[in-house]
């Protein structure tokens, strides 16, 4: 038997299941990215709003290439499972939010058309860093980008998010139907802002005309969202399907946590988003660079370092004190270049986080969060970095972790074995590292130079110095040991 419609009643009992008619929600929303952590996120916020009566903000989910969230969900009328696992065990509940998935890359036409219907009140967005062609650096848009230069000469048939952003909110400007507002949900910095200038930019290359529209009337608040998911393996499958006594072809598996905090700056409306638990303010900013620059960092810094010592997920090196207490030295390094709001308790938050790492129940995989360190590395790492130089503080712990990210890059292991590098810089990356051989007085600052990464601040002694022995550390004495060697005092 499948999850669907007409099986929902033969869950067992305990199962919590949408409590609201689906064939009355409207769709108010259009996704683009439905992967994993969209579906255990927003997907969930909307599930609860549904229940307790809004009827018009059903999602309606775009994969701009992949055809395996439709394929597994359109048989199942877009129903799924998230398994919240803990130590003390899984939680399953049924979503029923998404009312429809689509591959943009089978019909953009379709999908465009969905997205300029006045119905369509917001177009969010996780597409992942990479999925903004933008340089990561500076925030602009990649003009080079092959995506953007095909969609520059293919408005209509677009194959990127901001070609499918800026054709969308054009038909509705010839068509005088007012823009939707763009949520960006990925974990860029100023987020909202940055696409606003990405999609600017775009427009501004088809038609400066257009580009000046979006610049006045487009709203895109950004955000800070949190939840770890990881990424669904078979054994998942399996496992939910057993407890539903029925089959799921994609559930989503998460920690308990969930945490979205967004701009209040809706023009076109929004759901009455506070009512399901989301943080409603004026400025994201301090919260969004908290969440990069504790969670993010750390997470990035467990996932090249645990990588390179042999932990395959995230909760394995947190159970080796040293990976434990590194990762709150990345923490306790960058907490001091925030300024929160009165009360914060950054102390709190982060220990917080580390419980939330050690999850037994979570196998997040460290080769999953090293994926795009060139896209993560500057909200991430490198800002923490600049700050403290500019205050005269060491910045050795964050050091060792970019000093990870190199080790990693260039694609062999401590024992020689190759490591499958996914990143969009892979391959230029891999060339530096071959030309500069495994000598941290070479290596360091020729990935250094990668302009789109570091940008000027590459150039800077501080930061060439502190990262260039941390290399050489790691080359001399493994990741394991690095990591020991090099905890704060
Ligand atoms: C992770 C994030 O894959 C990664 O890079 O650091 O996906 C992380 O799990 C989320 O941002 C948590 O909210």
Redesign the pocket.
Known sequence: MRLSNASLARLPGHIRRPGYDRARVTSGIVHLGIGA?HRAHQAVVIDDLLASGATDWGIIGASLRSSDTYDALAPQDCLYAVAVRSGAGTEHRIIGSVLQTEVAKRNPAQLIARMADPATRIVSLTITEKGYCHTPQTGDLNADHPDIVHDLANPDAPRSAPGFLVAALARRRAADIAPFTVLSCD?LSANGHTVKRILTQFAHLRSPELGKWIADHVACPSTM?????PETTDADRAAVSSELGMTDAWPVISEPFTQWIVEDNFPAGRPDFARAGVQLVTDVTPFEHM?LRL??AS??ALAYLGYLAGHETIAAAMTDDRFAAFAHGVMQESAVTLSMPEGTDLAGYSASLLERFANPALR?RTW??A?DGSQ?LPQRLLGTMQDRLRQGLPIDTHALAVAGWMRYVTASDENGQPIDVRDPLAAELATIARNAGPVADRLAPALLDVRSIFGEFGTEPGLRDAVTRALAQLYELGARRAVKAWLPA
């Open positions: 952590f974990n969202v949190d939840r770890i998911v969440k969670l993010n997470h990035s997040h999953q969060i994926m993560k």
